[in-house]
């Protein structure tokens, strides 16, 4: 699953969770992603960064899951990450940092991840980069 930030050309501002990258195409061009405001369907991706985060509140967010459920879902997140680690490169703690030097360098395209603070996540929200958290599990379990 990844989350997006949305903004439709009024400029109205949301999140919706896919369950990869290219869904969220795909359904953009069924003309299936509408504004939960107004109904537009000019609807966009603000996403700057991806950034992983790991915390304990994403793992809570298994329990209400079905046994069966909660395995594709693992399965899911374990692709997810398989997915990111190969598409990504792992800045570790200087994520940040980084995040900066891929936002303000236009030439760059680099999708890094890494983890962050929540006191970093809101400073690099305060200058206009939005990341994207994702649930992250273990490869085995
Ligand atoms: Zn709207």
Request: proline letters at 1%; hydrophobic letters at 30%; glycine letters at 4%.
């Amino acid at each position: 699953m990844i989350k997006y930030n949305l903004k439709c050309h009024n400029k109205h501002e949301f999140e919706s969770w896919f369950s990869d990258s290219k869904e969220f195409d795909r359904l953009k061009n069924k003309k299936l992603v509408e504004c939960i405001f107004c109904g537009s369907k000019k609807v966009e991706k603000s996403i700057m960064s991806p950034g992983v985060l790991n915390g304990k509140k994403e793992v809570n967010f298994f329990r209400d899951k079905t046994n069966k459920d909660l395995i594709k879902f693992k399965k899911d997140l374990q692709n997810l990450r398989k997915f990111v680690e190969k598409n990504f490169q792992y800045v570790e703690k200087n994520f940040a940092n980084k995040v900066r030097e891929v936002y303000y360098d236009k030439k760059s395209k680099k999708n890094i991840y890494g983890t962050t603070t929540k006191e970093e996540r809101e400073e690099l929200k305060e200058e206009g980069i939005d990341l994207v958290s994702l649930p992250w599990i273990d490869k085995e379990n």
